[in-house]
Structure formats: C-alpha cells, structure tokens
C-alpha cells in the first residue's frame, strides 16, 4: 500500500463526505492520482463509497492511532517501553524478531495500523483490518533461561485479558493456552516467540491481535467462532487507550514473570479460564483426539486434564487444541 493511500485514509477518517478534489489538494497531489491510490483500499478489509458529485466516504469512520497520546501514557511507566507506531508492515513480531537479533532493548514494541502478513500460532494466517484491530508485539528480555518461559504465554494471556476488562470489555476469560474470549468466542491471539541460552539470558517476541470492530469483510475470512470489543464493551474503549493500557499492563506482567514465573499469575489465571471444570475434546497435533475433564492448571503453565479411564494428564504443548464439549 502506498503512503498517500494510509494519508487519504487519513483525510477520510471522520466517516463523512469529502470531495477528490479537496482531498488531492490538500495532499498536493492530481485527483487521478489520488484516484489509483484509493483503488487498493478494499486489500485493507474497509469499504469506501464514490458517489459522482458528492466525493468519497468509509463506511465506518476510522480511528487511527494517536501515538502522541498512548507516549505521554507510557513515559509515566515503569518497566520502560518505548513504541513505534507504523501505517504498514508484514508482521509486527517479525520485525520485532529481526530487531532482536540486532541487539534491540527489552522494551521496544511495535504497533502497525495493518499488517500485510500476519501470523497467528500453528502457521496460521492472522486476519485483521484497517482501524478494525490492534495489532503489536512487544520485545522483553528475561533473566532466566529459555527452558524457564514455560508458563510466559500463559501469564501475557492473563495480563490482556484483565486490560481488556479494565478498559470496560466484559465477561472476560481465557482459554489455555492464551487465547483471550469471551461467551467461548475468541477476543484477542497472542504469539509468544522466545529463543536465548538454556540459563539465561533469553528473549521473548510478545504478539498480540485484538479483534476491535470486524466487519463483514473480516468475518468471511475467520473460520473460528470470534467476538470483538464492539461487541462485548458497554461503552468503547479508543483504540489508543486500549493499546496504552494492554502494553503497560504487559510490561508490569513480564517483569513480574522475570523475577517469579507463572506462579504469581497462576491464582488469577485459574480464576478467569473459561475451561475450568469443564468437559473438552483435546486434539494433539499428530494424535487421535480424546475427551478428558479440565482440572487445573499446573505450576509450570500445563493443563492438568483427566481422562474418562481416570488418568491425569498435564498438556504441556502449545500445539494442542481443547474444544468444549
Ligand atoms: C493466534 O493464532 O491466536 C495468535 C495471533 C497473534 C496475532 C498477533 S497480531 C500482532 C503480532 N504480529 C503477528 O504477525 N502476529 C501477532
């Protein structure tokens, strides 16, 4: 996509009319070639009317985020994280993962208005659209060992999902092992990425997708049961206080894991999964599924299920899938 495409975008964003014409010369650019700008918009997951006469308008407005704002937020923060807000990227936590290597401090996060190649767990695709979501990754070094993080995807589950509920979204639970629902239907995705010595120190990528306002469009893409804010918010969050409040939210939850793991999540953790007690169909990724009945959570983040022929089981591996039965 093309910067003047995101700065129309811009011009647009209120949901009103404005005339091509207005829009190309605030922008300093002809009307056909504001005109081929626009014709991408809809690879973005929103629509944009052209009515002859009156001009172009989105068939939502669109809040962009306010970096100015969600900086004066987090400069009050410590842990220290310092944000870089892009219009277009491939995927936040790639770049996040190539910043690293690098030499990038504990911190840095990344938030992109779309990304063009989002990656959600077990190589999927993770769908999102402009102004529709929020999309970041965060990079925290620990301390302890890679072999420690067990547990970490857990903990950054239930740091979003007590933001979300903060910021007003309701009926807030998770399911193991960090996805963010609620009424059982999928709220928010996180990507956890570490690498790092065995004994430390080691280095987390912390990518999380919130589904704000899917249209339609998004919808059609999604082929799990999801819920965005609009739909479980009695009054909506701005997209700007959202993300302010889930990075310092995360920053406190990931320094907190640094000094003693899951253990100081575990209670909260366990008190917001929407699994608990109940009966799933557990699908491993190269087994037969089975069906066993939730019991805890173990210390070291695995779920302790029990089988219909009475043994117990701690599921340890990201890879597997429950679903309720
Ligand atoms: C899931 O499959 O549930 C995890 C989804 C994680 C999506 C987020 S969006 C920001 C970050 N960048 C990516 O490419 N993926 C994560």
Same mark, same amino acid.
């Given at each position: 996509m093309s910067a003047l495409t995101f700065q129309a975008l811009r011009s647009l964003a209120d949901g009103r009319f404005h005339s091509g014409?207005?829009?190309a010369r605030s922008?300093?650019?002809?009307?056909? #070639?504001?005109?081929?700008?626009?014709? @991408?918009? =809809?690879?973005?997951?929103?629509? *944009?009317? !052209?009515?002859p006469g009156k001009g172009y308008r989105l068939a939502q407005p669109?809040?962009?985020?306010?970096?100015?704002?969600?900086?004066?937020?987090?400069? #009050?923060?410590q842990p220290r994280v310092s944000l870089e807000i892009v219009d277009e990227i491939d995927s936040?936590?790639?770049? *996040? *993962?190539?910043?690293?290597?690098?030499?990038?401090? !504990?911190? #840095?996060?990344?938030?992109?208005?779309w990304q063009n190649s989002g990656r959600g767990r077990r190589g999927r695709a993770w769908v999102s659209s402009l102004g529709g979501s929020l999309t970041f990754s965060l990079l925290w070094r620990f301390e302890r060992g890679a072999g420690h993080l067990a547990g970490l995807s857990l903990a950054v589950g239930e740091a979003v999902a007590r933001a979300l509920a903060r910021c007003?979204?309701?009926? +807030? /639970?998770v399911?193991? =092992?960090?996805? +963010? +629902?609620?009424?059982? @239907?999928?709220?928010?995705?996180?990507?956890?990425? #570490?690498?790092?010595?065995?004994q430390g120190p080691s280095v987390a990528i912390v990518g999380v997708g919130?589904?704000? @306002?899917?249209? %339609?469009?998004?919808? &059609?893409?999604?082929? /799990?049961?999801v819920i965005d804010v609009a739909?479980?918010? /009695? %009054?909506? =969050?701005?997209?700007? &206080?959202?993300?302010?409040?889930?990075l310092v939210t995360l920053s406190n939850a990931l320094a907190q894991f640094d000094r003693s793991g899951f253990a100081a999540a575990r209670d909260s953790w366990r008190s917001l999964h929407a699994y608990q007690g109940r009966r799933v169909r557990v699908f491993p990724a190269h087994e037969a599924a089975y069906d066993a009945e939730v019991v805890d959570v173990a210390p070291d983040g695995a779920l302790v299920v029990s089988t219909a022929d009475g043994r117990a089981l701690n599921l340890a591996s990201a890879d597997i899938t429950l679903r309720a039965r």
């Open positions: 014409e207005d829009i922008l300093n650019r002809s009307r056909a #070639t504001l005109s081929e700008a626009l014709k @991408r918009v =809809p690879d973005l997951g929103i629509e *944009l009317f !052209s009515v669109i809040e962009f985020l306010d970096a100015k704002a969600i900086g004066k937020r987090l400069a #009050t923060v936040t936590s790639t770049r *996040l *993962l190539a910043l690293a290597a690098e030499g990038a401090p !504990s911190g #840095t996060a990344l938030a992109a208005e007003g979204v309701e009926r +807030v /639970q399911k193991w =092992p960090n996805d +963010v +629902v609620v009424d059982f @239907r999928k709220l928010a995705g996180i990507l956890v990425e #570490t690498s790092g010595e065995s919130v589904n704000y @306002r899917l249209g %339609e469009k998004s919808l &059609d893409l999604i082929d /799990q049961a739909g479980c918010a /009695q %009054e909506m =969050p701005s997209r700007s &206080d959202l993300l302010a409040e889930l």
